[in-house]
């Protein structure tokens, strides 16, 4: 389930392309294609693992001048589309950033 602590990044398994200042996403056995709108394609570069979804959706707010409620419900519904695809995913790649050495060493 997502929160607003969730971290995103995208899969390794894609290839994609900004084209026209939309993202553009294939499936790694190009079966399937997926186009973003312009906010989908702002909230997909946002995805990138350093990010969680507080600070994604803020960003959505200052690029889209929409309110936080807005933007938090349109973020949370897309990125949860998306990690059921397995396009996205969560991660906490933000908590190991911010620990430093997480291995003990």
Same mark, same amino acid.
């Given at each position: 389930m997502?929160? /607003?602590?969730?971290? /995103?990044c995208r899969s390794d398994e894609l290839v994609w392309r900004v084209i026209d200042g939309e993202v553009v996403i294939l499936t790694a056995d190009g079966h399937q294609i997926h186009t973003l709108n312009k906010v989908g394609s702002a909230i997909w570069e946002l995805a990138?693992?350093?990010?969680? =979804?507080?600070?994604?959706?803020?960003?959505?707010?200052?690029?889209?001048?929409?309110?936080f409620e807005v933007a938090?419900?349109?973020?949370?519904?897309?990125?949860?589309? /998306?990690?059921?695809?397995? =396009? /996205?995913?969560i991660t906490n790649a933000v908590t190991e950033m911010e620990g430093g050495d997480t291995n003990g060493d």
């Open positions: 997502l929160s /607003l602590d969730s971290c /995103l990138d693992g350093t990010r969680d =979804i507080k600070e994604i959706v803020s960003r959505i707010c200052e690029r889209f001048a929409v309110s938090q419900a349109d973020v949370l519904d897309f990125a949860n589309k /998306l990690v059921d695809k397995k =396009i /996205l995913k």
